[in-house]
Structures are given as structure tokens and as C-alpha cells.
């Protein structure tokens, strides 16, 4: 389940507690909401703490420097070519 879906679970669980007045024999949906809220807490904070794992850090690279001292021009008449 991804971060969506465990909104997703928050946000019907919240409208399963807060906005509704619906009574059903067998099923309180105070404490339905009440769980599927929780359930969509456990699940936001566990992919954060995954995603939090998976990024990688990379260290800035050093840059390179030609050292050699010549440079190589491509125009087509200095290799030998267009002579």
C-alpha cells in the first residue's frame, strides 16, 4: 500500500467517524473509523521511514582536470584530413 492509500484510509476513517450518524446492528463505525485511522497512521509513518532508507546520499564528485596539457581540436583540418 502506498502513501495514497493510506490516506485514502485516514481520510474514510475520519469521515467514517466525524461525519456520519448512521447506526448499524452489529457494527459500531465510530470504532470502524476509529481503526481504519490508525491503521492509515501506522502505514504513513512506515513508508516514510522506508522511504527515508532509500535515498541515497551521494557525495559531490571531484572534478576532473586534463593535466596532459594539449588539447585536441576536431574542426576537420587540424588531424590531417583536410590537408
Known amino acids: 500500500m502506498g502513501l495514497g492509500g493510506c490516506i485514502i484510509l ?3 476513517g475520519a469521515i467514517l467517524t466525524f461525519a ?3 447506526d448499524m446492528q ?3 463505525l465510530d470504532l470502524v ?3 481504519l485511522m490508525i491503521v ?3 502505514g504513513v509513518t512506515t513508508f ?3 522511504a527515508r532508507r532509500r535515498r541515497v546520499v551521494v557525495p559531490p564528485s571531484t572534478p576532473v582536470v ?6 585536441h581540436r576536431r574542426d576537420g583540418y587540424s588531424d590531417g584530413y583536410g590537408v
Open 20 to 22: 456520519t450518524d448512521w
Open 26 to 28: 452489529g457494527v459500531n
Open 33 to 35: 473509523g476509529i481503526i
Open 10 to 12: 485516514i481520510a474514510v
Open 40 to 42: 492509515g497512521l501506522i
Open 48 to 50: 516514510s521511514s522506508i
Open 66 to 71: 586534463d593535466e596532459t596539457g594539449h588539447r
